[in-house]
């Protein structure tokens, strides 16, 4: 595969908002500069200017990782995990997991209770809610990658920990909303407590967490799963009732994966395997679409938005019923995305009625994950693409902060089946290949994805949003494939979600409603939300001309290298 140039010059740029320390910048047009599109515009610099110093996407995607989890601290992270999905310049597809794992002593009935109820609490706040930690080994791992010493790809991390930032009005309102949690979760004071309340524009300056990071830049990964900060994790699990042990922070180790790959109309699409259930669904879904002519409608039209929406509920219905770590439970990966299985499934599609849900599926309905997942899209000027996911559960994860160590803890463990049967934090059931067992990684949705066009990289892009992620992914591909529209369209339109049970679609605030009516009378059920997701993309036109764009549903920013 040849390497991807692009004469260097800036097209255009669009600015949102400005604050004191930064702007914020929602769309570039550009041509040989990287591109980094994230949550936080911080963050989105750091990852920019580390390729201005003769970096690539792999540099930049730790930068800007470590970045967020000083900046973004409700959904990046050191304590956290996640996956990344990418293609070199010389066309090599990547797939790293460095998703949490149960630790040596969990139990499938850890979270009961003696009469053998689910205490749904215990696996959503505080120190039994935390799974081993995997960001940091991922960012080791991606460093293979990479042009540059660890060592200067978290300097920016650092400087933004020592000296602080200005935080912006939602940031205030989700810590001041928090509060709460902090102080019933935490044995030790934590710089997020403020007893005056947050608002925008406050400095907000996180010691612990620099020298946290000043020691792995010193001693590197190891620091983290065996050095100080490792006492420091070990010692804030014996303040309460976690489990973790240092043999499990010191076998913690990255997996690499084989990338899911599949064609969809003449595009390569590249996504993750399990655990991630978010590369299969999305293969599900495009290829059940595509048995019907997307092209002949609008975007979320009430034809184009029916055919959608039932492909989404025989993906979700086979997630419960099929899908986990590949280590524990069989990977059913290629039966679930063969057109012999999927053009079986689709054969129950109605286009005048709602799809019975007994004839969608018969399992139980599947975990629901938190929402507060944040993503990474990257493109460099060599042809280097990557695409992260990366999330501590919750926001701010456990509500834990690792006393001396000044970072979230994850409450990823709440994303098992805690009980078959019983919902978890956000209102979802699990089934069997999704249990709690040592070692195990527990089933996401997260979806970083590229894709290619005759080799090339098209499209680089992901979001947050829990078990609404594969659906928005998999509308912002159809909205660029078959709808033609642009990158900012593509992301920004409203958008909808269903997962099977419950048996609702829900919807964007400013969701058309003509296409709502339209499908009340063939049986569909809706129910409108404030947001589904932020999605982070960049497209690549056929001009070369590449196209970032920053979601804008929150305070996400493209930065420029």
């Known amino acids: 595969m040849k390497k991807l140039l692009y004469a260097s010059f800036l097209l255009s740029v669009t600015v949102c908002a400005q604050y004191k320390d930064f702007n914020l910048i929602k769309e570039v047009k550009v041509k040989n500069k990287g591109v980094v599109v994230s949550a936080h515009p911080l963050a989105s610099e750091a990852g ?116 602080g930032f200005t935080i912006t009005e939602q940031e205030a309102d989700l810590l001041n909303r928090h509060q709460d949690d902090f102080k019933k979760h935490n044995k030790n004071k934590i710089v997020f407590i403020n007893d005056k309340g947050w608002k925008a524009g406050d400095l907000l300056i996180q010691p612990e967490l620099a020298e946290t990071l000043k020691r792995i830049q010193k001693s590197g990964e190891k620091e983290f799963y065996e050095g100080k900060t490792a006492e420091l994790i070990l010692a804030e699990m014996k303040l309460g009732n976690g489990i973790i042990q240092a043999k499990d922070l010191k076998s913690y180790k990255t997996k690499e994966r084989k990338a899911l790959s599949f064609d969809y109309k003449g595009n390569e699409i590249i996504s993750m395997p399990m655990p991630s259930s978010g590369g299969t669904l999305l293969a599900q879904m495009l290829k059940m679409a595509s048995y019907e002519d997307l092209s002949k409608y609008q975007q979320n039209s009430a034809e184009a938005v029916q055919i959608m929406v039932e492909a989404e509920r025989r993906a979700y219905a086979d997630r419960a019923e099929y899908m986990g770590d590949p280590d524990f439970t069989a990977d059913k990966t290629q039966m679930l995305i063969s057109d012999e299985y999927l053009k079986n499934r689709w054969k129950s599609f109605n286009p005048n009625q709602a799809t019975l849900s007994k004839d969608v599926g018969t399992i139980i309905n599947q975990p629901k994950e938190s929402t507060q997942t944040t993503h990474i899209s990257i493109l460099d000027k060599f042809g280097n693409a990557v695409s992260i996911t990366t999330t501590l559960n919750g926001y701010y994860g456990s509500k834990t902060v690792v006393s001396g160590a000044g970072f979230f803890l994850n409450n990823e463990m709440d994303d098992f089946s805690i009980k078959p049967g019983v919902p978890n934090m956000f209102g979802a059931v699990g089934g069997e290949a999704n249990k709690i067992e040592p070692g195990k990684r527990m089933l996401s949705s997260m979806t970083p994805t590229i894709v290619l066009k005759d080799g090339k990289v098209k499209m680089v892009v992901g979001t947050p949003g829990g078990t609404t992620i594969p659906t928005s992914v998999f509308q912002a591909i159809v909205g660029v494939i078959d709808f033609k529209q642009n990158a900012n369209f593509s992301i920004n339109t409203p958008k909808f979600h269903h997962q099977w049970l419950p048996e609702v679609v829900k919807v964007e605030y400013n969701f058309p409603e003509t296409t709502i009516k339209t499908l009340e009378k063939k049986n569909y059920k809706f129910e409108k939300i404030k947001q589904i997701g932020k999605t982070e993309i960049i497209l690549v036109d056929d001009n070369l001309n590449i196209h970032a764009v920053a979601d804008g549903r929150g305070d996400d920013s493209v930065g420029v290298e």
Do not use: H
């Not at 991922?138 to 650092?158: D, Q, V």
């Open 48 to 163: 920019s200017k580390i390729m201005k110093k003769r970096g690539n996407a792999f540099d930049a995607a730790i930068a800007t990782q470590l970045a967020l989890a000083v900046v973004y601290p409700q959904a990046g992270n050191i304590g956290g995990g996640g996956f990344m999905v990418a293609v070199t310049s010389d066309g090599k597809k990547l797939a790293l997991d460095y998703r949490e794992t149960a630790p040596s002593k969990a139990s499938f009935d850890m979270y009961w209770d003696k009469k053998g109820n689910a205490n749904t609490d215990l696996s959503q706040y505080g120190r039994l809610a935390v799974g081993v930690p995997g960001s940091i080994s991922g960012m080791f791992e991606t460093l293979k990658y990479a042009k540059l010493p660890f060592s200067k790809l978290i300097e920016p991390a650092i400087d933004l920990a020592q000296k």
